[in-house]
């Protein structure tokens, strides 16, 4: 959801409103892997970013810690379970 299409979307969705976007980069585990997902390079959320502040809309993105231990937003719950059934992940 890093492309230049998803930021035009959410400039016209949301412009002339009140709000202020927090940019949370994706953070991989074990549910990304399963599907394919990859997180996005600093560069692209940058450049989203930058895309939506042209756009007239305020922008904070958010700094990423803890994924070098996967103990980053999102990790730290799916490291401690036992993934061997995975069915539960593809919900």
Known sequence: NDRREGADRLIALLQGKPVMLNLIPYNPNVTAKLHG???PSIESCRAFGKT???????????????QDINAACGQLALATKDVEDTSMLAA
Not at 52 to 66: N, P, Q, T
């Open 52 to 66: 939506i502040i042209e756009g007239g809309l305020r922008v904070r993105l958010r700094e990423e810690f803890g």
């Open 37 to 39: 997902f990859e997180a």
